[in-house]
């Protein structure tokens, strides 16, 4: 299953979809919230792809923002720009981990940071960003579109203040399946490599 399914109970990814425009935890389960805090310190950024052999694969850059070599296609898929990061839901108290590689996760990424960039010397050490998620006036969320014909959209945030951790907000980086990795063939050992 890829990170983004919620088989056997996984529910802790963050994605929006642009059809219905709004956030779901997992495959198939909406949420709504108005709050959102975000571990800025975990924000990772690279390159993602998706093939049915190897579900998503990631490739971090060294440092966030500075964007590493694009990896080579696998067959007909290409790699895109990634990002990653911890956060939290205040409106219904879950840690989740919003990482995704499409263009509307990732330009609600990207904008989201702008929102917080330039107040970093603002922020102490521990503390997290909450954001608001804007709204339309019949409660939707508020998104951009990537040109007039509203074939791709993102969600709109906005910064509010660096805050203290909430208690309940935990890691999901390192969640089992959160970096999945290819596993190298082991390798085969003979009578020569045997000391004895």
């Known amino acids: 299953m890829g990170l983004l399914s919620d088989g056997g109970g996984m529910s802790n990814f963050l994605n929006y979809k642009h059809g219905p425009r709004c956030f779901y935890l997992g495959k198939e389960n909406i949420v709504e919230f108005d ?3 975000v571990d800025v310190d975990s924000v990772k950024t690279g390159w993602g792809i998706y093939t049915a052999e190897t579900n998503y694969m990631y490739q971090w850059d060294e440092r966030p923002g500075v964007r590493g070599p694009k990896p080579d296609n ?3 898929q290409y790699w895109t720009g990634a990002f990653s990061m911890d956060c939290y ?4 108290e879950e840690s989740v981990l919003w990482r995704h590689h499409s263009v509307g996760n990732a330009r609600a990424f990207d ?4 929102t917080y960039l330039d107040r970093l010397d603002e922020k102490k050490p521990g503390q997290v960003g909450a954001f608001i998620s804007l709204k339309q006036d019949n409660g939707h969320l508020k998104v951009a ?3 007039d014909k509203q074939n791709t959209s993102w969600p709109l945030f906005e910064f509010h203040s660096w805050i203290d951790r909430p208690e309940q907000f ?15 063939p082991k390798p085969e050992i003979s009578d020569k490599d045997i000391p004895f």
């Open 145 to 147: 579109y990537k040109d």
């Open 35 to 37: 709050k959102l805090v």
């Open 170 to 184: 935990v890691s999901k980086s390192d969640m089992p399946g959160a970096d999945p990795v290819k596993k190298d």
């Open 74 to 76: 696998i067959d007909e």
């Open 89 to 92: 839901i205040k409106d219904t």
């Open 111 to 114: 904008l989201l940071t702008d």
